[in-house]
T-cell receptor, first 112, second 116 residues
């Protein structure tokens, strides 16, 4: 699985878009990128995942660069409840199964 | 519908005691995962099951840790002769399909274990 690199912290104003970057320069062709977040004292929450194409769901959008070496998670209209640690995780399902390897993550703070 | 349920929510034990932590996955979910989260760190993988089969236990830190899922539903993580370094939050997650699918994992809120 590729090592992922994320900034340790970010701030965002309430109502604005939050753009969280992730570098995964050693990603392999069959490696998925997953995003989870963890709000204090709760279990991690799945947000979105993708392989090559950009993805969108009711929570967020995932933009993957053409060379797949980096991606951006976009929360279109951040609210105070989006304050959490966000984890970007690369997984090669065929070799490691869907076990998640959490790194340091990005602490996103949404300010009023 | 109901999510992943873990019990107890908090557990305090004296060093040397045995503890058992329970996980009730989402009904019908095939895969079940256990993670350990130390204070201020991200979760770390312990083991996973596909139905009743334990396919990977490479993350279990010692032979004092044992997990089972005998009927392919509820799972129990047991820690024998607990030590202070076992203090952590133990998280359980389940997924709809097998461990090699790209289906997301759904987590419970964990059991916070404190060893005195």
């Amino acid at each position: 699985d590729a090592k992922t690199t994320q900034p340790p912290s970010m701030d965002c104003a309430e109502g604005r878009a939050a753009n969280l970057p992730c570098n995964h320069s050693t990603i392999s062709g069959n490696e998925y990128v997953y995003w989870y977040r963890q709000i204090h004292s709760q279990g991690p929450q799945y947000i979105i995942h993708g392989l090559k194409n950009n993805e969108t769901n009711e929570m967020a959008s995932l933009i993957i660069t053409e060379d797949r070496k980096s991606s951006t998670l976009i929360l279109p209209h951040a609210t105070l409840r989006d304050t959490a640690v966000y984890y970007c995780i690369g997984i090669v399902l065929e070799t490691s199964g869907s076990r998640l390897t959490f790194g340091e993550g990005t602490q996103l703070t949404v300010n009023p | 519908g109901a999510g992943v349920s873990q019990s107890p929510r908090y557990k305090v034990a004296k060093r040397g005691q045995d503890v058992a932590l329970r996980c009730d996955p989402i009904s019908g979910h095939v895969s079940l995962f256990w993670y350990q989260q130390a204070l201020g760190q991200g979760p770390e993988f312990l083991t996973y099951f596909q139905n009743e089969a334990q396919l990977d236990k490479s993350g279990l830190p010692s032979d004092r840790f044992f997990a089972e899922r005998p009927e392919g539903s509820v799972s129990t993580l047991k820690i024998q002769r607990t030590q202070q370094e076992d203090s952590a939050v133990y998280l359980c997650a389940s997924s709809l399909e097998g461990v090699y699918s790209n289906q997301p994992q759904h987590f419970g809120d964990g059991t916070r274990l404190s060893i005195l």
